[in-house]
């Protein structure tokens, strides 16, 4: 069992990344969540390129966004989101033709699960938490991400060093912090750095705005009310989150390579391309 792999950090050591990690999340009026996930140390020297974000979806990017996101040179766009959510909030990318965005028609048209467990369960905090690791359980296996995490590290293994790559999803936490999550693993970054990268997303998002937001979205869609703890649970992550992913792979050399199938070579310059000196 790997579900502990995420250990807690040790204070004086990671000082360092801690005043780093304030600086990684980028502001964007319409985006939650944009932010590098590039430039980590790795345990055998050098460090992970830059120019590798993630983020939530971009379909209310305001002009202003677009501009700033123009500026990155991003080139390939991993879109692990189902085509139904592709649908109701389209992206868009400015005036680029450059830009290659990796996507899957995987589940069509159906529900995402999350909305119906909202609709129809208990939204208790136990409850919240069990839906949400289950969900961690099955994300590394459903096939549309799987299609778009196999693309997407293709990309990268082909990729130039001054190329941008944006891996996202709705709200740049859960698909994308795994996706996120396996790379930097594979490539040797320290576990507690990739634990820090992975929680992120509760300070990066403003959550004392948007869950008084979401809870009214729920009483008056679904006329169901929901506690802000539990909203919280539900709309950021939590460490028992990620390591239920990482225990369901139990190795993710491996699961790269065969539930992935991605090849011994594309591997080494997946290696080759993301690492500096």
């Given at each position: 069992?790997v579900?502990?792999?995420?250990?807690?950090?040790?204070?004086?050591?990671?000082?360092?990344?801690?005043?780093?990690m304030t600086?990684r999340?980028?502001p964007?009026?319409?985006?939650y969540?944009?932010?590098h996930f590039?430039?980590y140390?790795l345990n055998g020297?050098?460090?992970?390129?830059?120019r590798?974000?993630r983020?939530?979806?971009?379909?209310r990017?305001?002009?202003e966004?677009?501009?700033?996101l123009?500026?990155?040179?991003?080139?390939v766009v991993?879109?692990?989101r189902?085509?139904?959510?592709?649908?109701l909030?389209?992206?868009?990318w400015?005036?680029?033709?450059a830009?290659t965005v990796?996507?899957?028609?995987?589940?069509?048209?159906?529900e995402p699960?999350?909305?119906?467990f909202l609709?129809?369960?208990d939204?208790?905090?136990d409850n919240?938490?069990?839906?949400m690791q289950k969900?961690y359980?099955?994300?590394?296996?459903?096939p549309g991400?799987k299609?778009?995490?196999?693309?997407?590290?293709?990309?990268l293994?082909?990729?130039?060093?001054e190329?941008?790559?944006?891996v996202?999803?709705a709200a740049?936490?859960?698909?994308t912090?795994?996706?996120?999550?396996?790379?930097?693993?594979?490539?040797g970054?320290?576990?507690?750095?990739?634990?820090e990268?992975?929680l992120?997303t509760?300070?990066?998002?403003?959550?004392?705005?948007?869950a008084?937001?979401f809870a009214?979205?729920i009483?008056?869609?679904?006329?169901?009310d929901v506690?802000d703890?539990?909203?919280?649970?539900?709309?950021g992550?939590?460490e028992s989150y990620?390591d239920?992913?990482?225990?369901?792979v139990?190795?993710?050399?491996g699961?790269?390579?065969?539930?992935?199938g991605?090849?011994?070579?594309?591997i080494?310059?997946?290696?080759e391309r993301?690492?500096?000196s």
């Amino acid at each position: 069992m790997v579900g502990n792999f995420l250990r807690p950090l040790a204070q004086d050591p990671f000082q360092i990344y801690l005043i780093r990690m304030t600086d990684r999340v980028l502001p964007l009026a319409g985006v939650y969540n944009f932010r590098h996930f590039g430039a980590y140390p790795l345990n055998g020297g050098g460090q992970v390129r830059d120019r590798l974000y993630r983020s939530g979806q971009f379909s209310r990017a305001t002009k202003e966004d677009v501009q700033a996101l123009d500026g990155l040179n991003i080139k390939v766009v991993a879109d692990l989101r189902r085509p139904r959510e592709r649908e109701l909030e389209p992206s868009h990318w400015g005036e680029s033709d450059a830009v290659t965005v990796l996507s899957s028609d995987h589940a069509g048209h159906a529900e995402p699960p999350h909305l119906a467990f909202l609709r129809e369960s208990d939204l208790t905090l136990d409850n919240i938490r069990g839906f949400m690791q289950k969900t961690y359980e099955r994300l590394p296996f459903d096939p549309g991400n799987k299609a778009v995490f196999k693309a997407g590290f293709e990309a990268l293994a082909h990729s130039e060093p001054e190329d941008g790559f944006v891996v996202h999803c709705a709200a740049g936490k859960d698909r994308t912090g795994i996706f996120c999550a396996f790379l930097l693993l594979e490539l040797g970054v320290d576990a507690d750095a990739v634990r820090e990268d992975y929680l992120m997303t509760n300070t990066a998002v403003d959550y004392d705005e948007l869950a008084p937001r979401f809870a009214k979205r729920i009483r008056e869609g679904m006329g169901r009310d929901v506690g802000d703890r539990e909203i919280r649970a539900f709309l950021g992550v939590e460490e028992s989150y990620l390591d239920t992913a990482m225990d369901a792979v139990g190795d993710v050399p491996g699961y790269l390579r065969g539930e992935l199938g991605l090849s011994d070579a594309v591997i080494a310059q997946l290696h080759e391309r993301l690492k500096t000196s």
